[in-house]
């Protein structure tokens, strides 16, 4: 069974800091890795998909990497603002299929303070 | 109008209940699936379907069972609810791959349900 885990659990930072979030993966065989925001009492929200021929994956401030063959990827915050604050939550596909069912990290809190 | 509506947002029910948490979308997606989610811990699968006429279990499926009505619509059902199913409960939908759809999931605002 694949084992997702994020580090740290939470994150407490002042605005205006450059984060990294990190999550690594037990089986290497993956066709992605998705990462998401989940606002308190929110559902979740889909940040980026890394395809595994992709090394990484931009949108505004936040950069995903990601290297199958040592199971890890990261989540690059740039200047981090109060609007950062969630919960952000990694997921890798089940049993090598390319999408569908998903296996989640714990998540890493992150708390932004002004 | 949310993509993927969930009702209702907020239900307190009894021990040995019955209970039905309702999931419908208007992503036009054929996979949905229901999330189970519980205080610092991460998503765990409870039931998925790909198609109207396909259902599976996921990892913690016991003392669930699901109906998909329609490709729009997934339901969760407990049967006799009991308090360790108090939780997060979210739905999902993604695009099957080749459909020429976006990857990536749509998760509706999910069902806080406490048993008591």
């Known amino acids: 069974k694949q084992e997702v885990t994020q580090i740290p659990a939470a994150l407490s930072v002042p605005e205006g800091e450059n984060l990294v979030l990190n999550c690594s993966f037990t089986?290497?065989?993956?066709?992605?890795l998705q990462w998401f925001r989940q606002d308190p009492g929110k559902g979740l929200t889909s940040l980026l998909l890394i395809q595994s021929s992709q090394r990484e994956q931009t949108s505004g401030r936040l950069n995903a990497s990601l290297d199958k063959s040592s199971g890890r990827s990261t989540l690059y915050i740039a200047a981090s603002q109060p609007g950062d604050s969630a919960t952000y939550l990694c997921?890798?596909?089940?049993?090598?299929?390319?999408?569908?069912?998903?296996?989640f990290g714990r998540g890493t809190q992150l708390t932004v303070w002004p | 109008d949310a993509d993927v509506t969930q009702t209702p947002r907020n239900r307190i029910t009894k021990t040995g209940k019955r209970i039905m948490l309702e999931c419908s979308q208007t992503k036009g997606h054929d996979r949905m699936y229901w999330y189970r989610q519980d205080p610092g811990l991460g998503l765990r699968l409870i039931y998925y379907s790909f198609d109207v006429k396909d259902i599976n279990k996921g990892e913690i499926s016991d003392g669930y069972s699901v109906s998909r009505q329609a490709q729009a619509k997934f339901s969760l059902s407990l049967e006799s609810a009991i308090p360790n199913q108090t939780a997060l409960y979210f739905c999902a939908t993604s695009a099957s791959p080749g459909t020429g759809a976006s990857y990536g999931y749509t998760f509706g605002s999910g069902t806080r349900l406490t048993v008591v």
């Open positions: 089986d290497s065989a993956i066709y992605n």
């Open positions: 997921a890798v596909p089940w049993g090598g299929s390319t999408l569908g069912r998903l296996y």
